[in-house]
């Protein structure tokens, strides 16, 4: 069966720290991926996405992700964290064709400390 | 994106009761999706609602339990029968724009006591 496994559930950082979150999924065929957001007290948005092309994405807020078809891998990166990204992330793919089942990953939450 | 309300954004239901929670979108989409967040867990995928046609259900969740009207493009309402503390969870609607980008509500945040 599909699934989508993240690798950390609780990350803990202080400002200005790196962050990279992994995110690793089981379908052999062609995918698209997601990245979400959800901060305390708000609803899921999406932070970025990929369908096909290059395989290094920009989001909003700084975020970006790599997809590595052969680690079927999409980590998310952000170079420095601040207060503010303090959320619970999601990383949910998506067969390409597909009728519209997004498959979640457990989710990250991302405690950043000022 | 998409403009995605929700009705209720929370409830406390006894059990055995029914609550049917309405998803409002600014504009008309072909796909509307339902998903369950129950506590601590990730979102999983209920049903699939085309306007003018029966939800497509997911495995372990059927129609007599959890079911939907799509009456219109920009209006869906899911139902959660005869409630058990079981079906606390937030409840979400989305929708899909920009090919199969999905773009989700606030949210019902349902306790079942």
């Known amino acids: 069966a599909q699934s989508v496994s993240q690798h950390n559930h609780h990350v803990i950082l202080s400002e200005a720290a790196s962050l990279e979150l992994g995110c690793n999924y089981s379908?052999?065929?062609?995918?698209?991926l997601f990245w979400y957001v959800q901060y305390p007290g708000q609803h899921l948005q999406l932070l970025l996405k990929y369908f096909s092309g290059d395989p290094l994405v920009k989001g909003i807020k700084g975020f970006e992700a790599e997809f590595i078809k052969s680690k079927f891998s999409f980590n998310l990166r952000k170079p420095s964290v601040q207060w503010s990204d303090t959320a619970e992330y999601f990383c949910a793919v998506t067969p390409s064709g597909n009728t519209g089942k997004l498959i979640f990953g457990q989710g990250t939450t991302l405690q950043v400390k000022p | 994106s998409a403009v995605i309300s929700q009705k209720p954004s929370r409830d406390i239901c006894q059990r055995g009761t029914s609550l049917t929670i309405q998803c409002q979108v600014d504009?008309?989409?072909?796909?509307m999706f339902w998903y369950r967040q129950q506590p601590g867990q990730s979102l999983t995928l209920i049903a699939t609602?085309?306007?003018?046609?029966?939800?497509?259900?997911e495995s372990g969740f059927v129609i007599d339990k959890f079911p939907i009207s799509r009456p219109n493009l920009t209006f869906s309402t899911l139902t959660v029968s005869n409630m058990s503390p079981e079906d606390s969870s937030i409840y979400l609607c989305?929708?899909?724009?920009?090919?199969?980008?999905?773009?989700f509500g606030p949210g019902t945040r349902l306790l079942v006591l």
């Open positions: 609602a085309n306007q003018g046609s029966e939800a497509t259900y």
């Open positions: 379908y052999g065929g062609t995918v698209n």
């Open positions: 504009s008309q989409v072909t796909m």
């Open positions: 989305s929708v899909r724009r920009g090919g199969e980008t999905q773009y």
